[in-house]
């Protein structure tokens, strides 16, 4: 069954500083929307927004036509990885699989050459790129019909990013995902719809030459 997540009408200002304009965004199961946009565009904000943690002038979002008025609150609804981690930094990766996933789902997890050699270390031995991939890992395993994610690559090495980018994609089969990233070639990787943010006001491009008439990025880029 395909789900749809609506975000509509989103407004959202910081004293007489307009951040968000009347943005409208969609995504279904099955697809990856990325958002993309300069420093200070509002891609992170309009993910807080989705989420809920962040409460704008006004917004309406629904999933399948629900409206939610707290979205993190809706059981399997959206989980979001945000740019700060979530896992106690004193947990050993094992005791961290065990605490945020169901016991029916760790059989699942721990299916992956790379956890299995990291299982027993302590989340603040772990090198960036480990950490981020546990973390990327534990929110797509959630129960969620949608998944945010906030700069999955941020001081990542080309060979995580490899990592990271495959359990995106996978993940994507059965999870509509919106992804934000600075890295916008490892988005454009990912992504099957482009979203681009300029001047508050959102817009959906048909092919990632328009982010070039959008001035997000120059000649040569691609």
């Known amino acids: ?54 409460i704008p002038q006004f917004k309406v ?62 989340i603040s031995t772990l090198s960036g790129g480990e950490s981020k991939y546990v973390h990327v890992k534990l929110i797509l395993s959630i129960n969620s019909k949608f998944c945010l994610i906030d700069e999955p690559f941020s001081g990542v090495s080309p060979i995580m990013v490899e990592h990271i980018t495959s359990l995106i994609q996978k993940a994507s089969t059965h999870k509509g995902i919106i992804i934000t990233d600075h890295n916008y070639r490892n988005v ?11 001047d508050g006001y959102g817009k959906m491009l048909n092919h990632p030459t328009d982010l070039i008439a959008q001035g997000y ?3 040569g880029m691609l």
């Open 188 to 198: 454009l990787t990912l992504s099957t719809q482009i979203y681009h943010i300029k």
């Open 1 to 54: 069954m395909t789900h749809i997540l609506e975000v509509d009408s989103v407004n959202f200002s910081i004293g007489e500083r307009k951040i968000l304009s009347d943005i409208y965004l969609k995504c279904q199961t099955g697809e990856i929307v990325g958002v993309f946009g300069r420093n200070g565009s509002g891609k992170s904000s309009l993910m807080k927004i989705i989420f809920g943690t962040l």
């Open 61 to 122: 979002v629904r999933i399948d036509g629900k409206y939610l008025k707290t979205p993190y609150l809706e059981p399997n609804g959206i989980s979001f990885l945000t740019q700060d981690d979530f896992i106690p930094k004193h947990l050993s990766v094992r005791k961290a699989i065990d605490l945020f996933l169901e016991k029916y789902q760790i059989e699942c997890f721990l299916q992956d050459d790379f956890i299995e050699k990291i299982i027993d270390s302590k």
């Open 217 to 219: 990025l120059k000649e």
